[in-house]
Nanobody, 115 residues
Framework: QVDLTESGGGSVQPGGSLTLSCGAS????????MAWSRQAPGKQREFVAS???????IYADSVKGRFTISRDGAVNTVYLQMDNLTPEDTAIYYC?????????WGQGTQVTVSS
């Protein structure tokens, strides 16, 4: 069983920044990739960013240039640095880890962008 725990969500004004963290219960380099997704009220969950075991980063067009995914193997944690936030970024953010054909998900952390 793989446990993923997100933290760092909260409320921020437009133009502000937040950094989300995703702590894994095992070595993050065991996974093929780790990713962040989000789900806004009334919408389907959507991909935000991912980083694979080799370090390749992929971003959704809507966050490119504003969000940065990174990782720290020493503490088995993946981060999502979010800058220049807009109200459209309001959502529950989920961390996931892919291992072969299986995906593991965290419980999510709420991000609210509002003035």
């Amino acid at each position: 069983q793989v446990d993923l725990t997100e933290s760092g969500g909260g409320s921020v004004q437009p133009g502000g920044s937040l950094t989300l963290s995703c702590g894994a219960s095992e070595n993050i380099f065991n996974f093929n990739a780790m990713a962040w997704s989000r789900q806004a009220p009334g919408k389907q969950r959507e991909f935000v960013a991912s980083i694979n075991v080799g370090g390749r980063e992929i971003y959704a067009d809507s966050v490119k240039g504003r969000f940065t995914i990174s990782r720290d193997g020493a503490v088995n944690t993946v981060y999502l640095q979010m800058d220049n936030l807009t109200p459209e970024d309001t959502a529950i953010y989920y961390c996931s880890a892919q291992l072969l054909s299986r995906s593991y998900w965290g419980q999510g952390t709420q991000v609210t962008v509002s003035s």
